[in-house]
Structure formats: structure tokens, C-alpha cells
């Protein structure tokens, strides 16, 4: 089974600062991984798919890169409706894995 | 408009069988490369992904829960229900359904993720 990872487990900033956001994948999973963004009590929010496909509604400072084993998402000037916490997802054999996920929270 | 809503028992008992629907609406499930998943999320926890049903009634299922889970769909309702054994305080989380999307990769298969989702129903497993 392909474990992920994320890097920080939490990150504090403030509103406007550049934020990125680690995934690792414990065996190459191509492009074929998604980002999530979750708030309390809410259901997870798709944001990017294949790796840097921007999901259509949401906000052009969100950005994903990377592929293989190492990607990447990035804030580029993180907003008060940002702070939440993000899961990567591969899918791979027709099964899916998400990430431990990261919070973002407020410095 | 594509929702999904997720409904089923807020509390059972160690060793119960679970049995969660998914209903649906703004798609069919007998349309090629349709499917839905389910996922949980215990308190506090990260999400895990428990079973997918496609279009042609293929199944999937998370390998370390396999021998517990069932996935079936009832096109004609747009339904999809989910039935979890011998449950255990463990399994104590907020289930999800979800519409997966697809994309058809250049060299051959499908690339799917979870675009949009149920809001979730709680589930708390104590005697």
C-alpha cells in the first residue's frame, strides 16, 4: 500500500504571508494526487486534482505542484478564510490514501 | 446541482452491523465512469477512504477493512449504501460519500478524485 506524508503537521501564519505545504508519497503516484481543504465540522473541500489542476470556484492563490513522490500546495498570500487544515489523496491501484493532514492556523 | 446526503444510525453497539446510504441527486450512477465513495474520519483524526462503487457495479475496498465492508448501489433510487460488521468503539467517526470524477489517462485507465461530497453523519459506536 502507498503511505503519504505531510510536512508540517501545523503551520502557523498570518493572513497575506506565502504558505506552502509538503506531500510525500512513499512510491511514485505519477500526477495522480489531490488536495483538500477542510474546516471544523465541515466536509473536505476539493481545491486541486492531478497534481496542479486548479478545481473550477476556487480561489487562483491556491496552486499545486510537484509529481512522483513529492508535491507541493501553496497559498500564495494566505487569506482569513484559509485557515483550515489540508489533506493530500493519491490514488493509485484503483484505491485511494490520504495524508495525515496540516493545519493551518492563525500566528 | 449534484449533492449527496448521507444518513443512518447516530449510535450502535460493539459487534452491530452499520449500515449508512448515501442518496444522490444531478447524476446517475448508471452513466459510464460514474462512481461514489465512502470515507471516514474519526474525531480528531485524518480522513481514510473505505470503499468505491462504480458504474458497472465494480468494487473496491480499503485492504485493511475488506472482510467487513459491503458497497451496492440502487441506480434506480440514487442510492448507494455501505454496511460495515462487528463494529467496534473504534469506529467511532463522521462517514462521508462522495462523487468521485473521472479522467482518462493517455496511456490507458482512469484517474478518479472526490469532488464533491455529503456533509456527513456522525456515528458513535458504544453500548
Known amino acids: 500500500d502507498i503511505q503519504m506524508t505531510q510536512s508540517p503537521s501545523t503551520l502557523s501564519a498570518s493572513v497575506g504571508d506565502r504558505v506552502t505545504i509538503t506531500c510525500r508519497a512513499s512510491?511514485?503516484?505519477?500526477?495522480?494526487l489531490a488536495w483538500y481543504q477542510q474546516k471544523p465540522g465541515k466536509a473536505p473541500n476539493l481545491l486541486i486534482y492531478?497534481?496542479?489542476s486548479l478545481e473550477s470556484g476556487v480561489p487562483s492563490r491556491f496552486s499545486g505542484s510537484g509529481s512522483g513522490t513529492e508535491f507541493t500546495l501553496t497559498i500564495s498570500s494566505l487569506q482569513p478564510d484559509d485557515f483550515a487544515t489540508y489533506y493530500c489523496q493519491q490514488y493509485n491501484s484503483y484505491t485511494f490514501t490520504f495524508g495525515p493532514g496540516t493545519k493551518v492556523d492563525i500566528k | 446541482q449534484v449533492t449527496l446526503r448521507e444518513s443512518g444510525p447516530a449510535l450502535v453497539k460493539p459487534t452491530q452491523t452499520l449500515t449508512l446510504t448515501c442518496t444522490f441527486s444531478g447524476f446517475s450512477l448508471s452513466t459510464a465512469g460514474m462512481c461514489v465513495s465512502w470515507i471516514r474520519q474519526p474525531p480528531g483524526k485524518a480522513l481514510e477512504w473505505l470503499a468505491r462503487?462504480?458504474?458497472?457495479?465494480?468494487?473496491f475496498y480499503n485492504a485493511s477493512l475488506k472482510t467487513r465492508l459491503t458497497i451496492s448501489k440502487d441506480t434506480s433510487k440514487n442510492q448507494v449504501v455501505l454496511t460495515m460488521t462487528n463494529m467496534d468503539p473504534v469506529d467511532t467517526a463522521t462517514y462521508y460519500c462522495?462523487?468521485?470524477?473521472?479522467?482518462?489517462?493517455?496511456?490507458?485507465?482512469?484517474?478518479?478524485?472526490?469532488?464533491?461530497w455529503g456533509k456527513g453523519t456522525t456515528v458513535t459506536v458504544s453500548s
Open positions: 492531478k497534481a496542479s
Open positions: 462522495a462523487r468521485l470524477s473521472r479522467i482518462v489517462r493517455a496511456g490507458g485507465g482512469n484517474y478518479y478524485y472526490m469532488d464533491v
Open positions: 512510491q511514485s503516484v505519477g500526477t495522480w
Open positions: 462503487i462504480d458504474w458497472d457495479d465494480d468494487k
